[in-house]
């Protein structure tokens, strides 16, 4: 079965640069979600679409954005990276009660 | 602002011994879910309790959701090396929204 897509795997960035993750949904699922987990945390919900609108938004920097796109891919743009920022980035697809969770990308600010 | 806490943090066991992980929110949770996450993986999707005092049952794990709906726990029995990871219970928010995570509880099996 089709699982959630996610890249690049890795990503290394200095300070104060950009960084664009990208997720692919589970086929015809209408919800996508944006998690950041902190080494040892537990996951930090950052932003939700619903079929590609913004339905939701927790605790997320500024200098981040996202958005779902109409074939509904979605990017989470990253400006003026931080060392705090170094964490794992979850993309997880939804079509009802649980989340599907794409591998993450490791994000790694130095 | 919500807080769903986990206990015990860490959990060193045996194999073939018992393991329980109990979450507790600071406020009436709408669903619970629960989650596995393996070390260096995603989290996993395990279960979705709904009903207060519900029960349910999956091979060897049971989980149990409060009578308040303030707290949930998961039961593993006779635990496999399989079972290492970080057991996580979720509030949905009444389903099909942002996820509130606990704390996590990390299980790690000794052969």
């Known amino acids: 079965a089709a699982g959630v897509i996610q890249s690049p795997r890795h990503l290394i960035k200095e300070k104060r640069e950009t960084a664009t993750l990208k997720c692919y949904p589970i086929p015809r699922h209408d919800t996508v979600y944006w998690y950041q987990q902190g080494p040892g945390q537990d996951p930090q919900f950052l932003i939700s679409?619903?079929?590609?609108?913004?339905?939701d938004k927790g605790s997320i920097p500024d200098r981040f954005s996202a958005q779902q796109f109409s074939d509904y891919h979605s990017e989470l743009n990253m400006s003026s990276l931080e060392l705090g920022d170094s964490a794992l980035y979850f993309c997880?697809?939804?079509?009802?009660?649980?989340?599907?969770f794409g591998p993450g990308t490791r994000l790694t600010v130095l | 602002g919500q807080q769903v806490m986990q206990i015990p943090q860490y959990q060193h066991v045996q194999e073939g011994e018992d393991f329980t992980t109990y979450c507790n929110s600071s406020?009436?949770?709408?669903?619970i879910q629960w989650y596995k996450q393996r070390p260096g993986g995603h989290p996993v999707f395990l279960i979705q309790?709904?009903?207060?005092?519900e029960v349910k049952k999956q091979k060897r794990l049971t989980f149990q959701f409060g009578e308040a709906k303030k707290n949930s726990s998961l039961h593993i029995t006779a635990t496999q090396t399989t079972d290492v990871g970080t057991y996580f219970c979720a509030d949905s928010n009444f389903g099909n929204e942002k996820l509130t995570f606990g704390t996590g509880t990390r299980l790690t099996i000794i052969p």
């Open positions: 309790l709904v009903k207060s005092g």
């Open positions: 679409f619903y079929e590609k609108m913004q339905s």
């Open positions: 997880a697809s939804s079509l009802g009660e649980s989340q599907y």
């Open positions: 406020t009436t949770l709408s669903n």
